[in-house]
């Protein structure tokens, strides 16, 4: 296949938080479909917080993408145009990792995983059943293995990760949940369309009491996204035994100074368990999770808000609200 494709590059390497204008949309050759793999039309790419840490190379130890060559990493949702692998065809939907900011992905076999789109959006791929929704299952079902009839709190609770976590830990029996998020219209998707208990909107005077009384009998368990401050103040409110999972800390990734020290005696006076989570150590487990995240999706019953632009004019300016918080639900580009 030969022409023309437009791809997102940074312009030069940055050492700070990422803004629209670190990103040029530029054109280059579309990709040839390689030996035992596939060309991918993507349909749709997804925008999340640790590629503002990659693009600086202090994500996971992940090299930062070369300006001015390299597309600005992404997982993303579409359609092979051109197979050369086995048990690949032409049209199949697939989900991929490497997906990057382009219009097409030459990629290996190995890098897609064929997705089944009925009655389902390609956002629904990138969002709930996408990488968010993974680590969000991983949290709470095999991290904090939540139970009926817990209380579980969580952070971010507006955000793709925060939300689904929140309507998979009803999925799992939870008696109460609730979610801290910031400005009213965030709390609104929390309680209104992610259907939390409460949500209380740090942003306002007063919100320390708000959520105790939001959480008269404690919480035993904690979904960490944003700070150390926070997983604090829910430690605070845990009941002995409780389980807390650190999957992100959102107010930091940009911050000059690493985060103040983790609050030991408040761990051990509550006999409580921490646990970190990496969602890549879950990557071969998403056909598990799937089957039991894609039945809530289609029935309405896990849903996540979505802010999306059309096309890479807007996309700069998205990921930049994306990587300051102020966008609602997934952040995602549809091409
Ligand atoms: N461990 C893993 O493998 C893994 C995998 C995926 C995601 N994560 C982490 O999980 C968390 C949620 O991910 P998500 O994709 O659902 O993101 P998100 O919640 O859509 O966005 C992050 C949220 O963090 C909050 N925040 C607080 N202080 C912030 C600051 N200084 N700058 C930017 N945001 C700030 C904002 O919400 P409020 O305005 O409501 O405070 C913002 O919307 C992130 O920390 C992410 O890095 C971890």
Redesign the pocket.
Known sequence: MTGKMQQGVLRAAIDRRPVASDIAIIETPRPDCPEDGVLVKLAAISL???VGTRLRGKHMGEPAPVPMRDAIPAHGVGQIAQSRADGLKEGDWVHTTEAGWRDYAALPASAVRTIDMTGLDPADHLGPLG??GL?AWAAMAKRAEVQPGDSVLI?????????TAGQIARALGASRITG????PE?CAAVTGTYRFDACID?RTEGWRDALAAALPDGLNVHLE???MDLLTLALTHMRPYGRAVL????????ADAPPPGIPAGLIIGKRASLM?????DFYDRWNEFTEFAAPLVRSGDLKIAKDSVTGWADAPALFER??????I???MVRL
């Open positions: 999340d917080p640790y990488m968010p680590t952070d971010a609770a507006a955000g793709a990760v925060g939300g801290i998020a910031g400005g965030k740090y996204n944003v700070s999957c992100g800390l959102a107010d930091q990734y940009h970190g989570l990496v969602v890549y994306m990587l300051a918080g102020k966008h639900g997934k952040a």
